[in-house]
């Protein structure tokens, strides 16, 4: 990874057409706003470990998506 994406604490990619998003080497992030995209496959957060707010909102997932496939670190503390 880019050295100087370790550091980085905020990434918006809302509004993006997204139907999928593999997770990079973010060891420092805090906010995640995937918003309002078309996000529909496994969605695996663990490896960001720092993470506290996700943001989802505006994504339609199939029934039962947000309890099977999206697995999410233990940092977290609100997701939208």
Known sequence: SLP???S???LTLSHNDLS???VPELPSLKFL??????LFLSLDLQPLKELETLDLSGN???NGYLGKKLILPSSLKSLS
Not at 33 to 38: F, I, P, R, V
């Open 33 to 38: 706003d995937l918003s309002h995209n078309h």
């Open 60 to 62: 339609v997932f199939p």
């Open 20 to 22: 999928e998003f593999l």
């Open 8 to 10: 980085l604490k905020t």
């Open 4 to 6: 100087l994406l370790k």
